[in-house]
């Protein structure tokens, strides 16, 4: 089984990784309204549901991995 110090500073890059990614894209919200303008292809807003229903699938396809490779025993 893995070590806890390196499944906790796998999440832990991983949460900065999102956090600055997040941060990036939220920090400049003029320059996508520039860029809509002159682009080839327009943005869709997309319906809450589908947002929630493709957040919550990506989530369970998560959780099932961890499930997979972490929890599960093999059967000898």
């Known amino acids: 089984m893995l070590n806890k110090k390196i499944i906790i500073s796998n999440l ?3 949460g900065l990784m999102l956090s600055l990614a997040t ?4 920090a400049n919200p003029h ?4 860029k809509k303008q002159t682009a080839k292809f327009q943005t ?3 319906p ?4 929630t229903a493709v957040s919550l699938g990506g989530l369970a396809l998560i ?3 961890l499930w997979w490779f972490l929890i599960r025993k093999p059967k000898l």
């Open 12 to 14: 832990a890059t991983y």
């Open 23 to 26: 941060t990036t894209a939220i």
């Open 31 to 34: 320059h996508a309204t520039e």
């Open 44 to 46: 869709i807003e997309q």
């Open 48 to 51: 809450l549901s589908i947002k």
């Open 63 to 65: 959780g099932m991995e």
